[in-house]
């Protein structure tokens, strides 16, 4: 009998009151499928990580976030800490579920549960951020993209009961304040290319992109990124000026992707981010507000194993 271990965060996306009841209903399409499941709710930010590592070390086979990103993200690095393997997947929970929708989850946590049955367990290469916290360089492992400069500035100010309220339309409610406001400090960034070549730009934000397929307003994006290639697709904001942003997000939006030439698509596996004039250049992760620059990002040489549709 496999052993299951679902570890769900009770304060995470919207309806949050009925959080109890759509977990228990998860719990039983995984029991019904034979398995045996422990099924354990979050205690504080961060608290994932440690549980996920105890239950993969005490012989869990399987672990299943019931969340958003921020929740797997915490699964995946207490896997990437334990002393052995086991398979890891996602039921939607959260606010942005971008994992989930690339995986052609639904969004209904009971049919994703359903689903994950189907799956199949593929080894992916996570990405790997390294910043400044207040207690010096920490490292942390991703999955579905990492941001540095006024993206993770926009995960630092959307509150979180206007995510729980909103989902994530918070996070475009938020955008539009800080586009009125015109906060966009250019900060210092060093890439290679495919190639091996390497460049510099000053930028405003950079963000190393895995997904291939987004909800919502962002669903016509195509940036030929593949949570199974060892590399990103960078975004590279060359701008400060607030047009070229609701440009950019025009385009994408309405699926016409015409060029902005401020705004430049490059694929690589390394970058590096320093700051300029403004000292205080933030870094998020999979949606989870990380640190500060300096900040390298890449690939991780060890492999986790993702449930993933065939």
């Not at 959260?94 to 969004?107: F, I, R, V």
């Not at 400044?132 to 500035?153: C, K, W, Y």
Request: aromatic residues 8%; glycine residues 8%.
């Amino acid at each position: 009998m496999r052993k299951l271990f679902l570890i769900y965060n009770p304060a995470s996306g919207q309806r949050t009151r009925k959080r109890a009841e759509q977990v228990a209903l998860v719990t039983e399409v995984f029991r019904q499928a034979g398995m045996q499941v422990e099924a354990c709710a979050t205690t504080h930010r961060g608290s994932a990580v440690q549980q996920t590592r105890l239950a993969v070390e005490a012989g869990c086979d399987l672990v299943v976030a019931c969340g958003g990103d921020g929740t797997f993200n915490e699964c995946l690095n207490g896997m990437m800490q334990a002393s052995r393997k086991a398979e890891l997947g996602v039921v939607p929970l959260g606010s942005g579920n971008l994992l989930a929708t690339d995986l052609h989850l639904p969004s209904n946590p009971v049919r994703a549960a359903h689903a994950l049955l189907s799956y199949k367990a593929r080894d992916v290469q996570p990405g790997t951020i390294t910043c400044q916290t207040l207690h010096g360089p920490e490292t942390r492992h991703f999955i579905i993209a990492a941001g540095v400069g006024s993206d993770a500035e926009l995960m630092y100010r959307t509150a979180a009961e206007i995510k729980e309220r909103f989902g994530r339309n918070a996070y475009f409610i938020e955008m539009a304040r800080m586009t009125f406001k015109g906060e966009f400090p250019l900060f210092h960034v060093e890439w290679k290319d495919e190639q091996g070549a390497p460049h510099s730009d000053n930028v405003a934000l950079v963000m190393a992109i895995r997904a291939r397929k987004f909800p919502g307003l962002l669903r016509f994006v195509n940036l030929r990124s593949s949570l199974l290639k060892p590399e990103y697709a960078l975004l590279l904001f060359r701008t400060d000026k607030v047009r070229h942003f609701l440009n950019y997000f025009a385009s994408v939006a309405s699926g016409l992707n015409w060029r902005v030439p401020q705004i430049d698509v490059v694929h690589a596996s390394w970058f590096r981010c320093a700051a300029n004039s403004e000292p205080r250049i933030r870094c998020q992760a999979d949606g989870e507000l990380l640190g500060s620059v300096p900040a390298e990002v890449g690939i991780a040489g060890k492999t986790f194993r993702l449930l993933m549709p065939e």
